[in-house]
């Protein structure tokens, strides 16, 4: 049979789930072949993904449900973490199915492997579904899947392995742009879309921007007086405050349900989500008598600036943001050295290549939507203006803290796809084959999110790290760490980044993890290893810390030089030991220093 002769059904079938199938698959091979041996090590791509799996493994040992306490973490004060079960269930419930069959071990593998994987498929169909709705042109499907591809900031939350949540972040996000988008005929869709935004805010407060947009893409619902505009203004506020109402009910016991936090789902966003329920609710009534399109942006604007301004008198700490009572020693020494929590002004000025990776994607969507704005001479409808204003709201949010610039990245493919089929139907217009052959690799190769990046760091002039990475992974490797289990069990006050990993492979318990909420810990890991021998003691002492345990050569080991050359860890390094520690050969190499406390003798 020709390829000619495939009925329409079959060509749909190839167009819609050939490029994504393989481009997923694609992705599977590559993800594999490069991370097979760690993954097979039990090692995961960073700090967030082992502290994931020791809030899954603690649960599924017995914890409680409303207990999130870390209590290896700091045992003096453990961290009390601020992370849903939402992500453990989704994780935890399969390794606890499949750990009688596999065993934990390969239970565990099997699911770190499979979780981000299976979001990846989900985000590639919702991206191209969504890119769709934007054009019919048949190449939509292929090439979203390859903006995904080459946009590196946002695949790396889908790597195997990465059982953190901004995986499952982004895919809600873009979920709830699909159902805003198909709501122009199914009002009912907008019930998933405010679900969606209370369970966003459940998993995590950085899934705050996309609630806003959403918030904001269905008033304007009621502004331009489209279909049904108040059953959906209705539908969506009480699906969103019921949600984050049962959230918070089921997060945390009874006691603590008026407990205000700015960095986690609590009774302050509970109750922004109320007063956005009653606002859209009178909205929705209001539009019998308020009927100009200017006059009703005013008023939902006025109530949500209102409805801000109420849960910032009643919660002001919340305008500083989750960091605003970190001691000042953690801001200057570990929390402005840590790039994702920089603003993206400082983030790109530190590393031009890869901010201006991160924000390629996004001023394509804004391109896209200006142009096709432009072309249809005026403002556009539900489908271009939800999807601008998600990426605005992100893009906005991921400005002020790097960090959140992957949102905007991933939520920006399905108009940077829009922008790159339009530039290529211009590009078709050219008579002669060989020019509109080379017009169009150019355009597909100017708006390749990799090729700006790419050209910045080859003009740039790299200096040599003094820590290789592969030095930087070794230190914090499973061969490595595993001979620490040789120790008796107890405690270890290791430097910032060597926590959470000592925690995963090991049965030690640890100080310090790069967690603000982690704060007594972090600081004894700067007294340990900067301040002189008093003051490290003195950490030893108020930690009751059995061993101290530091990487020889790293990224963090040059910080702490740096902020203490004749500090503790400088002296350690350079062989003087003090009376009061005992160096411990645990055949791993030079890559780590470990001591053991030396008790006073009763």
Known sequence: ????????????????????????????????????????????????????????????????????????????EPLNAHWSRISDVLIGG????????????KA?????????????????????????????????????????????????????????????QIVMALATCWFIITSKNNPNALIYAGILCGFGLYVGIESAPYVAAACIAVSLIWVFAEDEAARKLRVFGLALALTTLLSLLVSTTPENWFAPSCDALSVVYTQLTLLIAVILWGLSFAGRT???????????????????????????????????????????????????????????????????????????????????SKKQGGLLGLRHRTLILFVIMTLFAGLLQARLMFFATALSIPLATLLLINTLQWA??????????????????????????????????????????????????????????ALPPGTALTQIDLGAPVLHFT??????????????????????????EVVAKKAVTDMKADYVIACRNSNETNLMLKYGPNGMLAQLIAGKTPTWLEAVDIGSGDELLVYRVVRPQP
């Open 507 to 532: 049965k030690l318990s640890v100080t310090s993890a790069p967690y603000h909420r982690n704060a007594s810990g972090i600081l004894a890991a700067l007294d340990m290893f900067i301040e002189d």
């Open 94 to 105: 399969p390794i606890k199915v499949l750990t009688p069959i596999l065993g934990p071990a």
């Open 290 to 372: 308020i009927k100009t399109p200017m006059t009703r942006f005013f008023l939902a604007g006025a109530f949500g600036a209102a409805a801000l301004l109420i849960t910032i008198v009643l919660y002001p700490q919340c305008l500083k943001g989750p960091y605003a009572g970190l001691d000042s020693r953690l801001v200057e020494i570990w929390l402005s050295n840590v790039a994702e929590a920089k603003n993206f002004a400082k983030f790109v000025r530190a590393d031009l290549a890869t901010g201006i990776a991160t924000i390629v994607l996004p001023m394509l969507a804004i391109l896209a939507y200006v142009f096709v």
């Open 1 to 76: 049979m020709k390829p000619g002769d495939l009925s329409p059904r079959a060509q749909y079938l190839i167009e819609r789930h050939g490029s994504v199938i393989l481009i997923w698959l694609l992705f599977m091979f590559l993800s594999w072949t490069r991370n097979s041996a760690s993954l097979l090590r039990g090692e995961l791509p960073g700090n967030d993904d082992y502290m994931r799996m020791a809030e899954i493994r603690d649960w599924l040992g017995g914890q409680s449900w409303f207990d999130l306490h870390q209590y290896r973490l700091n045992p003096v």
């Open 428 to 485: 078709g217009r050219f008579k002669s084959k060989p020019k509109k052959l080379l017009v169009s690799i150019g355009l597909v190769i100017a708006m390749t999110p990799v090729t700006l990046p790419l050209i910045i760091l080859a003009l740039s002039k790299q200096k040599p790290e003094t820590v290789s990475e592969s030095t930087e992974l070794q230190c914090i490797s499973q061969p490595v760490l595993a001979h620490l289990n």
């Open 108 to 168: 565990e593998l099997a699911i770190i492997i499979a979780y981000p994987s299976i979001l990846l498929l989900i985000y590639l169909y919702l991206a191209t579904a969504i890119a769709r709705k934007l054009s019919d042109n048949r190449a939509v499907p292929l090439i979203a899947a390859f903006m995904l591809v080459l946009s590196f900031g946002a695949l790396a939350q889908f790597g195997m392995g990465r059982i953190d949540h901004h995986g499952l």
